[in-house]
């Protein structure tokens, strides 16, 4: 079965500051990989997905991801935070036989001003 | 833009009601899906439709049923609420398989 760890609960940046959020998935074949974003009270809102080809994939908001198949990773980066983006973020895997996501726990990011 | 409403944000029921969660969706996706969100857990799936009157089940049926009559409106049913549903129930679509899902706001349920 197909399984996805966000290693940390809670992380706190300071703005401006370089952002790196880690995920690691568990699932034999080529997985198709997605991070959300879920601000306070919202839904979940698709910032970048990746499917197959160019391993570094853009996203909204100025994220990017990087999938390392070797590594069983798919990280979140951004190069210099902003307040806005205090949120929680899923990372989420889909077994490409069907369209059933399997979600990470969730990383809560806070921004310091 | 797709957009995916739920019928409450919030909710209080006494343990052994009958709860009904409702979800539209207007852009005529064929999936829809209800999951719960639970902290540290992320999100879990609780069942998810394919098509009109069809449906199937998550990773965490119990407890719950569901009901789609209509292309764009899924229902989740607690038949009998219990303080272990009290929960956060957030309901998505998608245009088909390997499709991005869209969410809705999400229903906070609480069970007493």
């Known amino acids: 079965a197909q399984s996805v760890t966000q290693p940390d609960i809670h992380i706190t940046v300071s703005e401006g500051a370089s952002l790196e959020l880690r995920c690691n998935y568990s699932?034999?074949?080529?997985?198709?990989l997605f991070w959300y974003v879920q601000s306070p009270g919202q839904g979940l809102q698709l910032l970048l997905k990746?499917?197959?080809?160019?391993?570094l994939v853009q996203g909204i908001k100025g994220f990017e991801a990087e999938f390392k198949r070797s590594q069983s990773s798919f990280n979140l980066r951004k190069p210099s935070v902003h307040w806005s983006d205090a949120a929680e973020y899923f990372c989420a895997v889909n077994n490409n036989a069907g369209n059933m996501l399997t979600f990470g726990g969730g990383t809560r990011l806070m921004v310091k001003p | 833009d797709v957009k995916v409403t739920q019928s409450s944000r919030y909710l209080v029921k006494r343990t052994g009601e009958k709860v009904f969660l409702e979800c539209v969706q207007d852009m005529d996706h064929e999936n829809m899906f209800w999951y719960r969100q639970d902290p540290g857990l992320g999100l879990r799936l609780i069942y998810f439709s394919y098509d009109v009157k069809m449906k199937e089940k998550g990773d965490i049926p119990e407890g719950y049923s569901v009901s789609r009559e209509k292309k764009e409106r899924f229902s989740l049913i607690l038949e009998s609420a219990s303080t272990n549903q009290t929960s956060m129930y957030l309901c998505a679509s998608s245009a088909g398989w390997q499709e991005t899902q869209y969410f809705g706001p999400g229903t906070r349920l609480l069970v007493l």
């Open positions: 990746y499917f197959s080809g160019d391993t």
């Open positions: 699932y034999g074949a080529t997985p198709y």
